[in-house]
């Protein structure tokens, strides 16, 4: 069992900064993929950006390709999100996700194994 807790949503004007952080428990942190999805009211949940179990692989959603940065720190079982030149279409509770496994894609969110609560992030014109 793996418990993700988000933390650093809040309200940014657009153009701004965000630094979202996903804290996991337990001690195979290193053994999951690590990604973020985002679900704005009325649409359904979509894939963000996401890394491998080591870190040294990432990828995104074309809509945050280079304003949105993966991380991870697995002596510190977190990972993290930071988001530039935001937009306001970028407002959404943000999600952080595991799946387990090397080498695996975590790309939609019917292959996530386990799920944050959610942070919201709102970003005003």
């Known amino acids: 069992q793996v418990q993700l807790v988000e933390s650093g949503g809040g309200l940014m004007q657009a153009g701004g900064s965000l630094r979202l952080s996903c804290a996991a428990s337990?001690?195979?942190?290193?053994?999951?993929?690590m990604g973020w999805f985002r679900q704005a009211p009325g649409k359904e949940r979509e894939f963000v950006a996401a890394?491998?179990?080591?870190?040294?692989?990432?990828y995104y959603a074309d809509s945050v390709k280079g304003r949105f940065t993966i991380s991870r720190d697995n002596a510190k079982n977190t990972v993290y999100l930071q988001m530039n030149s935001l937009k306001s279409e970028d407002t959404a509770v943000y999600y952080c996700?595991?799946?387990w496994g090397t080498g695996v894609a975590l790309r939609t969110a019917t292959t996530v194994d386990y799920w944050g609560q959610g942070t919201q992030v709102t970003v005003s014109s």
């Open positions: 996700a595991a799946r």
């Open positions: 337990g001690r195979t942190f290193s053994m999951y993929a």
């Open positions: 890394t491998s179990t080591n870190g040294d692989s990432s």
